[in-house]
């Protein structure tokens, strides 16, 4: 379903139309995501594309509103209330500890293993050397503690990781404390 036929009937607050052609790119990607060919793929790995997806709008809609400033309170609240922006997703980014948080399910202890966290939740740094390229069975992160991915955001199953970009992760990661 469309998200333009999802929302028909309810007017959208001021600001909408500004940022409509990014979402409904978003929505897009997204819709092709779920269609995308399997063959070849493990079960899991089905979903990953489509929590990267998520993760990008929903930060997308997060620097508007948090960072830049430039989102009016009620489009952001009209998001939420229409489920085009994931409301919890974005409340757990603005605590600390959790800035760059891939999704809700790696932090869902009831999803893993003795009732802890995803290991992407635990910094590249501190993990073994087999664990530290071993993406999140759920949603496909690999890093999403200590901000050891391009511009500070997760690293991904897709995340090209050589020995140049390797010795800037904990440089990205320093950055992102900063800024």
Not at 152 to 164: A, F, I, S, Y
Request: aromatic share 8%; proline share 4%.
């Amino acid at each position: 379903m469309s998200l333009r036929r999802k929302l028909k009937g309810k007017k959208p607050p001021e600001g909408w139309e500004l940022i409509e052609e990014v979402i409904e790119d978003f929505e897009q990607q997204l819709k092709e995501a779920v269609n995308e060919e399997h063959e070849g793929k493990r079960k899991t790995e089905l979903t990953w594309k489509i929590h990267r997806l998520h993760w990008e709008k929903n930060r997308f809609i997060y620097d508007l509103m948090y960072q830049r400033k430039v989102m009016a309170r009620d489009l952001y609240d009209w998001l939420v209330r229409e489920k085009v922006a994931d409301g919890a997703l974005i409340s757990k980014w603005r605590k600390p500890g959790y800035e760059i948080l891939c999704s809700m399910l790696a932090i869902q202890k009831g999803n893993h293993n003795f009732g802890t966290t995803s290991h992407c939740r635990v910094p590249m740094r501190a993990r073994g050397k087999q664990q530290r390229i071993t993406p999140d069975v759920q949603t496909g992160c690999i890093s999403c503690a200590s901000g050891d991915g391009k511009f500070g955001g997760p690293v991904w199953w897709n995340t090209p990781l050589d020995e140049e970009d390797g010795a800037k992760l904990e440089e990205n990661r320093t950055t992102w404390a900063q800024g």
